[in-house]
């Protein structure tokens, strides 16, 4: 059956309303643009354009760059802190929708503090960690994102991002997850509180803690039991990460579960 699509056009009233919630929207959106810390300035070129500027063949920082942003020292780390936690809002999305538009995403904001937080080296190591229990949790998803660049992970980073795993905010849980992933020298401290995460509520918590596990091969044995209960999901994305997770940690207890 041939199916005719349908135009609707929208009413007086219907477009009064709309135009009320557009505006309301902006209102909104404008109030939350001014309470950004601002961009800061050196040698005449801000911030945001220093952190854009990187070498097209690795995709990081020029030696310049870093540099600059080096100089700049604390002066940098407010806002850095808040591009490396920036979240996109849905209804803003739908709104540059609306007018045909591209917004700002958030991983564009989030790579720029993340480079900002690499260049400043153990300036910005230090600022991450204090960063993890600021009262903000877009700081401390940002904060617990940016200790990723610091290598396969420093001993000093793990216990404060274990304390991550019970904040309040999903978001933070997840991405403190992914974190202690990459800190492959240490798995004995992070087991036990990841297995734990396994049986968060949310389920991308629940997918960072397998991947994280996954990461860390035989040494999260533990971890197998709840795994394979959580084969059962039916979720595709999170079978996805399970069914990884238990052939990196148990090859034998994957093959008999059936997984390929």
Known sequence: MHLTPRVVFMGKKSRVVLAIALLAALVVWAYFRAGRPPDPVFRGKALSKWTDEVDPRTGQLTAEVSEAIRLM???SLPYLLRETGTE????????????????????????????GFRALGTMGFDCAIQGLTNSDKLIRAGCAAALLEFGK????????????????????RAQASATLGSCSNYPSQMVPS?????????????EMA????????????PAV?????????????????????LKAIDPQSAAKAGIK
């Not at 397998?210 to 044995?221: H, I, V, Y």
């Open 225 to 245: 039991q709840a795994l394979l209960k959580m084969l059962a999901d039916p979720d595709p994305l999170l079978h996805l990460y399970t069914t990884n997770a």
């Open 88 to 115: 996109d809002s849905e209804l803003m999305d739908a709104l540059y929708g609306i007018f045909d538009s591209s917004p700002p995403h958030q991983m564009e904001h989030h790579e720029r503090g993340v480079r």
């Open 73 to 75: 020292g604390t002066n």
């Open 194 to 206: 990841l297995v734990k995460s396994l049986n968060d509520t949310n389920q991308r918590v629940q």
């Open 153 to 172: 992970g420093s001993n000093a980073m793990i216990q404060p991002l274990i304390g991550r795993l019970s904040d309040e905010d999903a978001n933070v």
């Open 210 to 221: 397998a991947f994280a596990l996954g990461n860390f091969g035989d040494e999260s044995k």
